[in-house]
Each structure stands twice: as C-alpha cells, then as structure tokens.
C-alpha cells in the first residue's frame, strides 16, 4: 500500500459522521491491512491537514439473502480520525 488513495478508500459521510465533525473527528473507510499510522500519514497527504489521533474498527460484513441462498456483504474496517485544534476538512457537495 505505497499510494494515499489505496490506504483510505473514501470519507464516509454519514449523519453520525456529521454530528462528529465539529469535535474535529472525521469517518473514512480504510483498506483492511492498513494500520493507524499509514492512515494518519494518508490522510495528511491527501486533505493536507495535521492528524492527532486515529482509532480504527473492523466491521463484519452483514448477512444478505441472494435469491434462494444466504450470501454476505464483504468485511471492512473504519477509521475515526481526530485533527489537531484549528484544522478542518473542506467538504464540497
């Protein structure tokens, strides 16, 4: 995982992600293998902020029912990423 872009997939942008941003704390999903100091240094390259804390969760994929048989969705793992004070992520819509 040597590019930014490989390591955190996307910002999540959720309602509890929302009530989140102005404590400075912001959701991404993040590649599996990644740990929280190739995420931290990820996301300071590519939103060109300072990173204070990273906490990482790994979430089971949920059960989904495909035509006649159980299937499931895949396993990911999540990223809340807390800025230093005074720094902000622009979202543009």
């Known amino acids: ?54 906490n990482t969760l790994s979430m089971k994929g949920k059960r989904k029912r495909v035509r006649y048989e159980m299937g499931k969705t895949a396993d990911w793992k999540k990223a809340v990423v807390t800025l230093k004070e005074g720094e902000k992520i622009e979202i543009t819509t």
């Open 1 to 54: 995982m040597k590019n930014a872009h490989d390591v955190v997939m996307n910002m999540m942008r959720t309602e509890k992600g929302s009530g989140l941003q102005p404590q400075g704390k912001y959701i991404f999903k993040v590649h599996k293998d990644a740990n929280k100091i190739a995420i931290k240094h990820a996301v300071e390259e590519i939103y060109k902020v300072k990173v204070d804390d990273v």
